[in-house]
């Protein structure tokens, strides 16, 4: 057993009440990390230590290139320890470790991003329309950043907001998802070696429903950064908006992947086949629906099955393993019982449809790669989100039709579309409702461009040049030059 420490104010702390919380490994099943589990009292702690960091001349005092350059640090240490942190990853959430260390290899590039970006944001100089007077504007940062992250990407969805977060001067309290604290833990080890000053990051672990409410609603919290399911991402919005809060929610999706008759057949059935299965269904932008149009919606199936047939199932931690276990055992269930529900709606499974028993998924919480044709646009299948390796196939006749369907959700997270047509490329891209269009592509991602939600999968944006200025706010500051104040009972 692994036993964990949290990082408040520069120490390894156990919570105030000594309690602690057992992570599991979905694999074997069994617990293999003791984590502190924090109360209000030690979320206070941590928040004040955040506040105190925040005011504090090792901090404040760091110009922004300093302070750009600390991040660069950082991300030279995870690339450094990027396998060793995969591996914690994939015990804690049992995902695939191919997929956890392409994660980490490519997460240093969030911290080097945006440390080269903290000297790079700049106020302007207003022409004002006052003779006399001076006016200009500063970016300054907000102050304590709370963030809270699920447990399917949890390092790499921790990056996407302390980048930004630290290249504005902002301190930070992250909470990690309870299934998976381990690999932040061991994160919080590379932020002390970068020289990053205490306090400036701190890291609590916990329960959701015990402690979520006393770090989004402590009073010196100045923004909250939040990562999760769209219930809640609702009740942290609440909470938030008692205090005033600015809030950053990321949420759950319903992605339609799009497949045109005109489509490079081989490549969209790939498209589609790693849209839903890859990280075994668990990511946020799965492309869950499947729209195929009419002539090719049989010969589309009959390929599509045929190849999701032969994913390898087992240990997320061998190398040869294609589809992992679901990670906690909530989600199993919830898998199963919308397995159950589509077959209840009429839906027809022409792949699984049920737990996975071969003898290579061990202790596993496994569900078979899983496909439902015959999907009409209203079951609950096709409107609400699953977050496991089930996939909802729904014929359209034209383009029309397949906009109305995509839309049809009250997500909008991203989209897929598999067409040689360029114009129909431009068309789709301008009519979809969702944050993220992939065409002839899914489930790419970059530091480099904008990733976030429309509609309930939640709104601001991380990753490229604008996430940063979720982290700022714009003052604007006024200079009478002229020498005269005028009399106060003359209105100007
Ligand atoms: P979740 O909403 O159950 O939990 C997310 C986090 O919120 C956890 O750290 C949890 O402890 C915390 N939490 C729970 N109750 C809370 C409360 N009352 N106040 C404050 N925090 C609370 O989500 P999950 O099951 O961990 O993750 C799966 C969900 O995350 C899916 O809906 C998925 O689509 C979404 N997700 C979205 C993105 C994105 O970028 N849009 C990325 C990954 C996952």
Redesign the pocket.
């Known amino acids: 057993m692994r036993d964990c420490r949290m990082l408040i104010g520069g120490e390894w702390r156990e919570a105030a009440s000594g309690a602690t919380f057992e992570s599991i490994n979905p694999f074997t099943g069994k617990a293999w990390a003791r984590v502190p589990r924090a109360a209000a009292e030690d979320v206070d702690h941590a928040v004040r230590a955040a506040r105190v960091a925040f005011m504090s001349p090792a901090w404040r005092g760091l110009n922004a290139t300093q302070r750009g350059k600390l991040l660069t640090k950082l991300g030279d240490l995870v690339a450094r320890d990027a396998d060793a942190l995969a591996e914690l990853e994939t015990r804690d959430n049992g995902k695939l470790i191919n997929e956890m260390r392409a994660q980490l290899r490519y997460m240093p590039e969030w911290f080097r991003y945006f440390g080269g970006l903290a000297d790079k944001i700049e106020g302007r100089v207003i022409p004002i329309d006052r003779p006399g007077m001076f006016n200009y504007t500063l970016e300054e940062p907000l102050g304590v950043v709370a963030a809270?992250?699920?447990?399917?990407?949890p390092l790499m969805?921790g990056a996407?907001k302390l980048a930004p977060a630290l290249a504005a001067g902002n301190t930070f309290v992250w909470?990690?998802?309870?299934?998976?604290s381990v690999s932040a833990l061991e994160f919080g080890k590379l932020i002390e070696e970068a020289g990053i000053p205490p306090g400036v990051v701190n890291i609590v672990t916990?329960?959701?429903?015990e402690?979520?409410?006393a770090?989004?609603g402590h009073e010196l919290v100045a923004k909250v950064a939040?990562?999760?399911?769209?219930?809640?991402?609702a009740?942290?919005y609440q909470?938030a908006a008692r205090g005033i809060k600015p809030v950053t929610?990321?949420?759950?999706?319903k992605s339609a992947n799009i497949v045109f008759a005109d489509a490079d057949f081989d490549n969209a059935v790939k498209g589609v086949v790693s849209g839903i299965f890859a990280a075994t269904g668990?990511?946020?932008?799965?492309g869950s629906r499947a729209l195929v149009q009419r002539p090719i919606y049989e010969k589309f199936l009959e390929a599509f099955v045929a190849f999701a047939k032969t994913a390898r199932m087992g240990d997320p931690l061998d190398t040869a393993t294609q589809v992992g276990p679901i990670t906690?055992e909530?989600?199993y269930r919830k898998v199963l019982d919308y397995i159950g529900i589509a077959k209840q709606e009429g839906a027809r499974c022409v792949l699984g449809g049920g737990p996975a028993k071969r003898s290579e998924c061990g202790a596993g919480l496994f569900v078979e790669p899983t496909v439902f044709a015959d999907v009409t646009p209203s079951m609950r299948i096709a409107q609400e989100?699953v977050?496991g390796p089930v996939l909802a196939v729904i014929p359209f006749e034209d383009e029309e039709e397949a906009i109305r369907i995509a839309n049809g959700s009250i997500y909008g997270?991203a989209a897929g579309v598999w067409t040689k047509d360029i114009a129909r490329c431009l068309k789709m891209a301008g009519r979809l409702e969702a944050g993220t269009i992939w065409i002839n592509t899914y489930r790419v991602s970059s530091y480099l461009s904008p990733?976030?939600?429309y509609k309930r999968?939640?709104f601001g944006r991380?990753s490229g040049l604008l996430a940063i200025r979720e982290y700022l706010q714009e003052k604007s500051v006024w200079i009478d030059a002229s020498g005269e104040t005028p009399n106060p009972f003359v209105t100007r």
């Open positions: 809270i992250t699920p447990w399917n990407s969805l996407w909470k990690p998802s309870e299934y998976t916990g329960y959701g429903h402690i979520g409410e770090l989004v939040f990562t999760g399911g769209d219930a809640t991402g009740a942290v909470t929610l990321e949420l759950g999706g668990q990511t946020c932008v799965a906690t909530p989600q989100e977050f997270l990733f976030g939600g999968s939640g991380e």
